[in-house]
T-cell receptor, first 112, second 112 residues
């Protein structure tokens, strides 16, 4: 399921460090945003979402920050583990349209 | 296991062949999607079905023909494909009004 051949930006971190993955979105009408994780050989898996009326949302070891002024989204992963190694996609959507628009993804490599 | 099952997982076909990809969701969702993930581009939306009716067709060539016989099943019929159609084809489902889409594992298609 990986984007083999796609020259994705890569973030390399040490195990135990915090990771920050960034995403810029383009549609100012988007009112919800989702982060997905895609491991090799698998489809994208939901991590966390956030609505446009919020600027921060926390999950288990993950935090999503939304800055609507500059149309920027970030995913923070605390105490990164080898199992976090994957490609991470942000996706945006808006009420009235069912489908999501995906970013190009960031590859996270966790060094043991 | 996300509740969305795709078959086959891998498919190799010649340019003159006809084949079909199958997707089944066990989540009670009422919207289903086909996405294409290729080596050179991020996730691209192909088709959206809502309540078994096609509501979005993202300028996909006619050699790709979707079918949605009921809210749990989605097919993608393929004929006279080109080598550049080689990609990972992902099926997803969601509940109307909710943003999160659940993805299947994908079908890795190679056109020779």
């Amino acid at each position: 399921g990986e984007s083999v051949g796609l020259h994705l930006p890569t973030l390399s971190v040490q195990e135990g460090d915090n990771s920050i993955i960034n995403c810029a979105y383009s549609n100012s009408a988007s009112d919800y945003f989702i982060w997905y994780k895609q491991e090799s050989g698998k489809g994208p898996q939901f991590i966390i979402d956030i609505r446009s009326n919020m600027d921060k949302r926390q999950g288990q070891r993950v935090t999503v920050l939304l800055n609507k002024t500059v149309k920027h989204l970030s995913l923070q992963i605390a105490a990164t583990q080898p199992g976090d190694s994957a490609v991470y996609f942000c996706a945006e959507g808006y009420t009235g349209r069912r489908a999501l628009t995906f970013g190009s993804g960031t590859r996270l490599q966790v060094q043991p | 296991e996300t509740g969305v099952t795709q078959t086959p997982r891998h498919l190799v076909m010649g340019m003159t062949n006809k084949k079909s990809l199958k997707c089944e969701q066990h989540l009670g969702h009422n919207a289903m999607y086909w996405y294409k993930q290729s080596a050179k581009k991020p996730l691209e939306l192909m088709f959206v079905y809502s309540l078994e009716e096609r509501v979005e067709n993202n300028s996909v060539p006619s050699r790709f023909s979707p079918e949605c016989p009921n809210s749990s099943h989605l097919f993608l019929h393929l004929h006279t494909l080109q080598p550049e159609d080689s990609a990972l084809y992902l099926c997803a489902s969601s509940q109307e009004g909710e943003g999160e889409a659940f993805f299947g594992q994908g079908t890795r298609l190679t056109v020779v």
